[in-house]
């Protein structure tokens, strides 16, 4: 039997792009004939012609598959639902619509894979008209999450990836409902291969990602691999109680040695009052380790996961 390899799009108002992506896809894909493909595009609802562009491809080539979703529900949730659907192939690559993964790398995630990769991943070198400020914005994200969570994510790593099924069914146990797939994807571990690519502008229309959209999934995905922004406010308490007291033993301190008063009451009344809010962040801070709990209890992410097992029942 060959292999069987699904090919996940997600696509929401790519209608322009999805002609070049096929026709890509098939040069690429005809260089591999060892394996069985399976393209599954996934349309999240997009409001432009998207689904009957699709609808037509799939009329014509029975190794379509395609997924419409009933509203635009993101990326992260049209690739997970991408990447269920392909629990029948033995690994699973995920690209993007838009023409900026190029499916002419294909072949070498796929030889990566068969060297024993278990996630093969692809990392952007540069993009073309890129804005300063996203550039920016991914730098100082990559860096916060590293620092805060426990794995480590690969910086301008995208979602051009390869997973194998081991991945994929490891990843059917992730039942996060606010999710950044990519996130999940480095949590989980398993064998990694980075290969890098020069990304290309996108070909026809706008990135469906706004700002707005990009940070809201930055906040999730810090979130929910996170427990740090939580804790900050209790050390700040820390901090600020730590601090007026000692500030307040020194005003006491001058007036009991020095038997004089340096401080006008005011003063005095201010550093007690911080020495206070400081007291209640930190109750703030004790209140938010509960909460942290019960976050990774909610989360109910798989405790570990098992790569393969030998002489086990
Ligand atoms: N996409 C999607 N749903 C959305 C937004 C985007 O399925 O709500 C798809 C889009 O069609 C494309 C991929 O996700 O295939 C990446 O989107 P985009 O190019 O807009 O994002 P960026 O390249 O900035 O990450
Ligand atoms: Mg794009």
């Known amino acids: 039997m060959p292999k069987k390899i699904a090919i996940v799009v997600p696509v929401y108002r790519e209608a322009e792009n999805l002609p070049a992506l096929y026709q ?35 009329a014509t080539d029975s190794k379509i598959k395609v997924l419409d979703l009933s509203r635009n529900f993101g990326k992260e949730i049209a690739l997970t639902a991408g990447v269920h659907e392909s629990i029948n192939c033995d690994a699973v690559i995920c690209i993007d619509a838009d023409l900026q993964h190029p499916p002419e790398l294909i072949p070498r995630l796929v030889s990566a894979w068969g060297d024993g990769a278990e996630v093969v991943v692809t990392v952007r070198t540069s993009t073309d008209r890129e804005p300063l400020v996203r550039r920016w914005g991914s730098t100082i994200f990559y860096w916060l999450i590293n620092r805060v969570s426990s794995f480590e994510m690969i910086p301008k790593a995208t979602d051009f990836r390869l997973y194998d099924k081991k991945v994929v069914l490891a990843f059917e146990r992730a039942t996060e409902r606010e999710r950044m797939f ?48 939580l804790r900050i406010t209790g050390y700040l308490g820390v901090f600020i109680t730590g601090s007026s007291t000692l500030m307040l033993l020194w005003m006491l301190g001058n007036y009991l040695l020095r038997s004089q008063i340096l401080y006008t009451p005011l003063a005095i009344v201010v550093v007690a009052n911080t020495l206070l809010i400081g007291v209640v962040l930190m109750a703030i801070g004790l209140v938010a380790l509960y909460i942290g709990t019960i976050h990774t209890e909610v989360i109910n992410r798989p405790l570990y996961l098992v790569r393969e097992k030998i002489g086990c029942a």
């Open 24 to 58: 890509r896809l098939e040069l690429v894909t005809a260089q591999l004939p060892e394996f069985t493909w399976e393209y599954i595009f996934v349309n999240d609802g997009s409001p432009d012609n998207s689904y009957e562009v699709l609808a037509s491809l799939a």
């Open 182 to 229: 990519r996130g999940i994807m480095d949590w989980m571990g398993f064998r990694r291969v980075l290969i890098e690519f020069k990304a290309d502008a996108r070909e026809h229309g706008e990135a469906g990602y706004s700002y707005s959209k990009l940070w809201s999934l930055a906040i999730n995905s810090i979130t929910s691999f996170s427990l740090w922004p």
